[in-house]
């Protein structure tokens, strides 16, 4: 695609979603419906707004019923968080208080506090997957409420997932611990992963009030992130699959649109500096050379969960998929975010 409108391009990319995977079910589906809520809110369109609670309401009637690592999809997820924070979705109040009680009371931790995978029982699987998971919910939902109980869980578990996989050589982080094993680690900088981490931050240090106490430390592990990540970013302002090869690693949009999405996001909420607005434009050019005119998304990693032993060849060689169920979310974010940034046309 050389040329777009980018919100016509979030709408489309939010219905191609259902489209091609039949419903937003399963957390691709939240992703999606998580980028699009937040610009049916910000833009102000009645139109969009009107779609998107009709597409929230089913979950929250407990219509839709999915495999969930986590409980807060059924009720539609962060998006139904988000709409519920910013007054237009207030039927979920009682769901969203219900899932919240159930991730902060029920839902396995490791020995830090860190939540687990739940179909692995006693092993202390974390991924870093979950930042995205239950962080934007948590927080949405607290600040709704006014329950600060679950704004510092969406804090302690982003802040302590980041410093458990940091690595200090790139600034980056790794994906996984436990998953192949006891004490095993990944070892990736896999871009989707670093995208999740970049999501969940960007959403607490843009949206914690000013005088939180959590939101001086929000900001620094936010920047810290952005500042890492910029490192790698291509010619074509992207990222790729194992985000430190330049030369081998294919370019990967799923992370990609992550990654750009908390950039512009930062931009907005004036946490980074107006001269990083160039790349953001930059990557979203370069995103655009990956998506068609009938919105078929290329060069997305399909599911990923430290593959093989978790190295870097492995990661490398996990392959992109067109129109994976990944593909669609972080694109509406992404593309919505510029078009909130009044970057109207590409």
Known sequence: MKHAETLILARNAFRKHKTVHGSYDLYPGIVTMHGMARLATEAGDPALLEEMQREIIPYVRGEQEFFVNFPNYLCGGNA???????????????????????IMNEAPRDPQGILTHPKLPGQ?????????????FLLFTGLALDND???EEAYQQTAKMVHAFYVEETGLLNQAINMRGP????DDHWSRGNGWAALALCELACHLPEDHPRKAESVALFLDHVKACAKYQDDQGLWRQE?????????????????LYALGAGLQAGLVPDSERAR?????????????EDIDIFHTCRGCLSPGQGTKLEYRAHPPVVNDMHAFGPVVLAMGQAHL???KNL
């Open 341 to 343: 940034l009044g970057i």
């Open 183 to 186: 004490g095993h680690r990944s």
């Open 243 to 259: 985000m430190t090869d330049l030369e081998l690693a294919y370019v990967e949009t799923s992370g990609s649109a992550l990654m």
């Open 80 to 102: 139904a968080a988000w709409m519920l924070y910013r007054g237009r979705l207030p039927e979920v109040e009682a769901d969203a208080r219900k899932y919240a009680e159930q």
């Open 124 to 136: 202390n699987v974390i991924w870093i997957d979950v930042a995205f998971a239950v962080t934007p």
């Open 280 to 292: 953001f434009e930059k990557g979203l050019r370069g995103l655009l050379t990956y998506i068609n």
């Open 149 to 151: 109980a679950y704004v």
